[in-house]
Structures are given as structure tokens and as C-alpha cells.
T-cell receptor, first 111, second 114 residues
Framework: AQSVSQHNHHVILSEAASLELGCNYSYGGTVNLFWYVQYPGQHLQLLLKYFSGDPLVKGIKGFEAEFIKSKFSFNLRKPSVQWSDTAEYFCAVAGRRALTFGSGTRLQVQP | DAGVIQSPRHEVTEMGQEVTLRCKPISGHDYLFWYRQTMMRGLELLIYFNNNVPIDDSGMPEDRFSAKMPNASFSTLKIQPSEPRDSAVYFC????????????FGPGTRLLVL
């Protein structure tokens, strides 16, 4: 069965700080990996996704993620966060059973 | 394209009442998903359809929940009878062929059962 673990449940950063959110997945087959963002009161939006090829994936708003197959990880990074990045971030894996989401990481950026 | 459309956006009802949530997927998308989001349980997949056929309903919490997709442009999620613990945000999402295709989410229906 596929599963996703996000170890950071709540992260608080100051503006301009660097961000790294952890994501580990469990799935035996070929995976497609996603990061979604949910701004307060809004629906989920795609940040970036990995299908194949270059393991370093760049997404919108300066976010990037690196797929490390040996570690079953797909961590999300941003070199300098802004207050507007305050949101909840979900890692997801597309395996046999549609998309499986992690429990989410709530990011709070303080001005 | 207007994206995934859900209605109503908010619903307040009393325990025991029937609740029907509606979803219109993006035109041309073959897959439709229903999710429930709560603080306690996070984002849960309830059921998904491929070409209007239910593929996996193992996430449906109990028999009070049912979902239908009578055609490619419309799906409903029904709760009968509703209970306070059903209070949550219900999201509909759709995508095209290929498991790696992006899922596009609707704005959600915020349900409160009193």
C-alpha cells in the first residue's frame, strides 16, 4: 500500500528564512510525486510535480523539490520565504490507488 | 475553463437531514475524486470514478454515504442521515488520463451538521 509521511506538522519561520519541508513515501512501483498548497480558506493548488527525468523539480513561486529515490524522499524547498507563503503544504504520491496525501505541514511565516 | 465547480459552497443542516453535494468536473477529464478534509483526519479520499464508473469506494466511511456520477459532467455525494461528525470540507477533484496527471481541485463545500 502506498503512504506518505510528512514529519513537520507545524513550521514557523521569519520572512527571508530558508524552508525545507520533509516528505517520505512508501510505494513499491514507479511513483509520481506532487506538492500541493492550500492557502487559508482556499482549495488545494498544485505547486510542482515529479514524473521522471531530472530529480530536481522547479515549481511556481520559487519552490523546488528534490526526488531522492534511495531515501524515498521528495522534500520541498524555498530559499527565502515570504509572508504570503503562509499556508498548508501537502505532499502526495500517485500510485495504484489514485493520489495519497500526507497529513500536511502548516507553515506560518512571520513578517 | 471554469475549473472544477462545486455547490453549495457552504451548507448548514441539522442532524438527521439529507445532504447532497454536487460537483462538475473539468470538461474532458476522465477521473473524478471526492475527498473529505477535517482537522483530526486530514485529507481523506472517499471515492473516485473513472469514466463515470466507481473504481474505489473503500474510503467511504459508512453506508450513510453514497456517490453517483450519472454522466461525465456531474457527480453527487449524498449523506443520509447526516451526523455532526460529518462536519468537514468536502472537495471534488478531476484529472485526465494517466495516474501522473495533475488533479485539479474544486473550491470545496464546507458542511456543518448541528
Amino acid at each position: 500500500a502506498q503512504s506518505v509521511s510528512q514529519h513537520n506538522h507545524h513550521v514557523i519561520l521569519s520572512e527571508a528564512a530558508s524552508l525545507e519541508l520533509g516528505c517520505n513515501y512508501s510505494y513499491g512501483g514507479t511513483v509520481n510525486l506532487f506538492w500541493y498548497v492550500q492557502y487559508p480558506g482556499q482549495h488545494l493548488q498544485l505547486l510542482l510535480k515529479y514524473f521522471s527525468g531530472d530529480p530536481l523539480v522547479k515549481g511556481i513561486k520559487g519552490f523546488e523539490a528534490e526526488f531522492i529515490k534511495s531515501k524515498f524522499s521528495f522534500n520541498l524547498r524555498k530559499p527565502s520565504v515570504q509572508w504570503s507563503d503562509t499556508a498548508e503544504y501537502f505532499c502526495a504520491v500517485a500510485g495504484r490507488r489514485a493520489l495519497t496525501f500526507g497529513s500536511g505541514t502548516r507553515l506560518q511565516v512571520q513578517p | 475553463d471554469a475549473g472544477v465547480i462545486q455547490s453549495p459552497r457552504h451548507e448548514v443542516t441539522e442532524m438527521g437531514q439529507e445532504v447532497t453535494l454536487r460537483c462538475k468536473p473539468i470538461s474532458g477529464h476522465d477521473y473524478l475524486f471526492w475527498y473529505r478534509q477535517t482537522m483530526m483526519r486530514g485529507l481523506e479520499l472517499l471515492i473516485y470514478f473513472n469514466n463515470n464508473v466507481p473504481i474505489d469506494d473503500s474510503g467511504m466511511p459508512e453506508d450513510r454515504f453514497s456517490a453517483k456520477m450519472p454522466n461525465a459532467s456531474f457527480s453527487t455525494l449524498k449523506i443520509q442521515p447526516s451526523e455532526p461528525r460529518d462536519s468537514a470540507v468536502y472537495f471534488c477533484a478531476s484529472r485526465g488520463q494517466g495516474k501522473g496527471e495533475t488533479q485539479y481541485f474544486g473550491p470545496g463545500t464546507r458542511l456543518l451538521v448541528l
